[in-house]
């Protein structure tokens, strides 16, 4: 006769459609399990296609969720590591090729391998109830209806409400600074920055200010040459009134933490113009003067001790958040979500042993992460040296 583990599978419920919610649900399907993604917003998330450097970890998941790998573009890479004084001159250059990607195509390419028919836009989580004896979890969605499953993970980002509701206590700290970010078309790249930046992964620093840039695909994940845009990020101090004010948008919403393309108001706009004229060197300062729609992201700090409680567990942003220095939030969103399945593949009849097992290591990972990217960021930033003592 055959026992109910080997008649049905077992189902979790993803809470969040982004890439850490899409790795964990193509990787849970892949160990065997039934997944549903729940999802706040109704419609495709879109960043535009933001750049991000493309990690191992994220390709072994593209390979594990069975994506052609080998015979799909999944980035542009960039040449050498170019280091620009404020003055424009060179302080370094470094023949360093790496690959780097966007947002947009790690999201499609992702949900595209889960598929439309388990993934739901629209639901909200608002409550999460555990039945321990049972071993069930049942989440409860802004429109009434619930739905069980014998796991939950919290893919719901940096402001988790599955965090919230299990562990109050851990919330994000601001880091004292933002990121201004920008994409331009590479064929609309002003002449002094075309020179200096393209095809490089090029860095300015001066004081409180460090910027970065790089190609990325285009419209559509389009990777050809005269198709891709050039994407940077600019860290700058900010006080909490000025970051305040920056999150306000055009009209006169706040919006948080992260100011989406369009929505930056005028005055801010005008400061962005007046401080690259100041701090940046020409392909800089020209690339940034050249934005039709600047965007900014709050750095925030997050770290949690327990990623795992019951039947419920955090995954990416919602446990961590790494400083964007280290490149690795996402490929540490991807790096969960294979363990994961691994954990699970390898004590299919215990999920409880499979999670004491999965979470230390995943701790380990985003404590050091934390660090790494804490020391770096507040380096850069303020001139603070780590104390090794
Ligand atoms: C639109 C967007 C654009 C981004 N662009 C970039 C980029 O260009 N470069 C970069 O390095 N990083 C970017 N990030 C961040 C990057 O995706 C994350 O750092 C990393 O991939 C881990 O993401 P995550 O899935 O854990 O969290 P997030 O990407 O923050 O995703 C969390 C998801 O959970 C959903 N959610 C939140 N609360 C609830 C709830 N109560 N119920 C249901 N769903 C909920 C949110 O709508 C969101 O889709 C972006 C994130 C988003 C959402």
């Given amino acids: ?190 002449p002094v920055a075309r020179a200096g930046l393209h095809g490089d992964f090029a860095f300015a620093n001066n004081r409180g200010s460090h910027i970065l840039g790089y190609l990325v695909p285009g419209e559509n994940n389009d990777t050809r040459e005269g198709h891709r845009l050039y994407n940077w990020v600019w860290y700058r101090i900010a006080d909490e009134d000025q970051l305040r004010s920056i999150m306000t948008d055009t009209n006169g919403r706040s919006r948080g933490f992260s100011l989406p393309e369009g929505t930056l108001a005028s005055r801010w706009r005008q400061h962005l113009k007046d401080d690259a004229a100041q701090l940046l060197p020409p392909p800089f300062r020209d690339i940034v003067t050249a934005t039709k729609e600047p965007f900014a992201q709050a750095i925030r700090d997050l770290t949690v001790d327990r990623m795992v409680k019951g039947r419920v567990l955090l995954v990416g942003d919602a446990a961590f958040i790494p400083r964007p220095h280290t490149a690795a939030s996402t490929s540490k969103a991807a790096a969960n979500a294979l363990a994961l399945a691994d954990a699970l593949e390898e004590i299919p009849d215990d999920v409880d042993l499979a999670l004491e097992r999965w979470e230390p290591e995943q701790l380990a990972l985003g404590k050091f992460l934390h660090e790494r990217g804490t020391h770096a960021g507040d380096h850069l930033m303020f001139g603070i040296r780590p104390n090794r003592a």
């Avoid at 850490?20 to 065997?32: I, P, T, Y």
């Avoid at 069975?66 to 542009?76: A, E, K, P, R, S």
């Avoid at 040449?79 to 360093?96: A, E, I, L, N, Y």
């Avoid at 994000?172 to 990121?179: K, Q, R, V």
């Fill in 1 to 190: 006769m055959e026992s109910a583990s080997q008649t049905e599978k077992n189902r979790a419920l993803v809470i969040g459609g982004s890439l850490g919610g899409l790795f964990a649900a193509n990787m849970l399907r892949k160990a065997g399990w039934d997944v549903d993604i729940y999802e706040r917003s109704g419609h495709d998330l879109d960043s535009r296609g933001g750049g991000i450097v493309l990690q191992p970890d994220v390709v072994k998941v593209f390979r594990q969720a069975g994506i052609d790998t080998v015979h799909i573009d999944l980035g542009i890479k960039s040449r050498d590591r170019t280091v620009f004084r404020p003055d424009g001159t060179v302080q370094s250059k470094q023949f360093v090729p790496q690959t780097q990607t966007s947002w947009s195509l790690i999201y499609t390419t992702m949900k595209q391998a889960f598929g439309e028919a388990h993934y739901h836009g629209n639901k909200t989580l608002v409550d999460v109830q555990q039945d321990d004896a049972n071993r069930r979890v049942t989440a409860r969605f802004e429109d009434g209806s619930e739905e069980s499953g014998d796991l939950l993970v919290g893919a719901d980002g940096n402001g988790s409400t599955v965090r919230q509701l299990l562990w109050p206590d851990d919330k994000p700290t601001y880091a004292g600074y933002l990121a201004w970010r920008g994409l331009v078309p590479e064929n609309e790249m002003p």
